[in-house]
């Protein structure tokens, strides 16, 4: 997982509509048994069986697949998803979480998700952006009808906006979470910030 501080992000995006989209379809259970980190290996694994038919090629209709959209994700490009809701159902696996980070994505956004998988999320340094159900069908729209346009995601002020029709929604964050991912801390580095703090309380 990269470790990347989270201030504005503004991108295109790849609009995945798939409501109940399960982690077995975000990374097959195949992929379980892997005892490496490395990102590449699951990013590429990354939804998988509906990128690739049984012979490993391309399947041309599959929205990942497409021209538009199969470009890989870098900072301004495709490094935000707008998935079905109900994101992330299914096994708890965090291995769906890593795919989703090793393919260069970096914000999720759905009207839901499953509550295991978000935190997953959080913790590979991928920001879940809940959405109302509406504002999650414009952003479905606008992506489709114009893949150039883009979503701004807003960390500080907990705001996404749909650039192109000037929408803007709040999202909810936890306020230890938002804190960890503007300073590019995992639980263990935001511990190892507090040390001299964590001294004094047991000195006392």
């Known amino acids: 997982m990269a470790k990347q501080k989270f201030n504005i992000i503004e991108s295109t995006c790849i ?21 490496t980190r490395d990102p590449k290996f699951f990013g590429d694994a990354f939804m998988h069986d509906l990128r690739y038919d049984a012979e490993g090629k391309p399947v041309p209709d599959f929205v990942m697949n497409r021209p538009e959209y199969s470009e890989a994700p870098r900072e301004g490009v495709h490094e935000i998803i707008i998935g079905g809701q109900n994101w992330g159902s299914g096994s708890s696996r965090e291995h769906a979480a890593w795919a989703i980070s090793g393919y260069g994505v970096r914000v999720v956004i759905s009207s839901s998700f499953a509550d295991i998988h978000r935190n997953n999320l959080l913790n590979c340094f991928v920001l879940p952006v809940i959405v109302s159900r509406e504002f999650q069908q414009e ?55 507090n040390t001299d703090k964590i001294e004094a309380f047991e000195k006392r």
């Open 15 to 35: 609009p995945v509509e798939i409501d109940n989209c399960n982690t077995d379809l975000i990374i097959p259970a195949r992929y379980l048994a892997s005892t």
């Open 139 to 193: 952003l479905f729209e606008t992506v489709k009808a114009d893949p150039s346009a883009k979503v701004r995601v807003d960390v500080p002020r907990q705001t996404v906006t749909n650039l192109k029709t000037g929408r803007q929604e709040q999202f909810p964050i936890n306020s230890y979470k938002k804190y960890c991912l503007e300073n590019a801390f995992d639980d263990i580095d935001f511990l190892l910030n």
